[in-house]
């Protein structure tokens, strides 16, 4: 399990999470809210790359809240931001060697083989430049590289933003197909707040930088359909 015990934290002196407590367990959890709530700067602190003020993040046991992202790769927490997730000069198949450089030849080729089964539209695209791939192949070949890394943990922010209704319908089902079949715990910053509800196993709601719910996504949606006019 990964813990977020009462984090502090933002961008220097700009302040944006406020004593925010949560956790990252089994299948699929969802962060959602409105724009500038703090979900992205919360996976962001997760992983290292802004100022954290005061709390802590532990995983496993470990307190990790120091540590720099680099190792907490190593450990498994992986982190998609939304855009710039990919090599865009790099083809598919290099894109997929450089997140296994630390492997050897056949452990590489094991994995990248478990990756085109649970994402067979990037087989047919290995030679293509990531760059002029569509937006949803994009995020399948980011999650794919994670899956190079052999995550226990994925983070991903805002996969289906600026996708058509139909790929981010595939995306959302690939996400669950991951849950189900790898058992990877999920960490889910989604604007469509429906979608991130409909496949989540557990929901958060931020707001102004603090967390206001957290429980069932059934529980969330019904609240959400009471307060609609």
Do not use: C
């Amino acid at each position: 399990m990964l813990q977020v015990k009462g984090l502090n934290a933002g961008y220097k002196e700009l302040h944006i999470l406020f004593d925010v407590n949560t956790a990252i367990d089994a299948g699929i959890t969802a962060f959602v809210g409105p724009n500038g709530s703090g979900k992205s700067t919360l996976l962001k602190a997760i992983f290292g790359l802004i100022t954290i003020y005061s709390g802590r993040i532990i995983y496993d046991g470990m307190d990790i809240t120091r540590m720099k992202p680099y190792m907490k790769t190593r450990m498994g927490i992986t982190y998609l931001p939304q855009i710039n997730n990919v090599f865009s000069n790099l083809s598919v198949k290099e894109n997929l060697i450089i997140a296994g450089y630390t492997l050897d030849k056949s452990e590489l080729n094991e994995r990248i083989q478990t990756v085109l089964d649970i994402f067979p539209e990037l087989e047919e695209s290995m030679g293509r430049k990531a760059g002029v791939m569509s937006g949803g192949e994009k995020q399948f070949l980011a999650i794919s590289t994670a899956l190079i890394r052999k995550s226990e943990v994925l983070m991903l922010d805002e996969p289906t933003a600026h996708l058509s209704s139909k790929l981010a319908e595939s995306v959302s089902q690939k996400i669950v197909e991951l849950r189900d079949k790898l058992k990877l715990r999920i960490a889910l910053v989604e604007q469509n707040i429906r979608s991130a509800l409909g496949i989540s196993d557990r929901a958060n709601l931020l707001l102004g930088g603090k967390i206001v719910f957290s429980g069932n996504p059934s529980e969330l949606l019904e609240q959400i359909n009471h307060q609609r006019p």
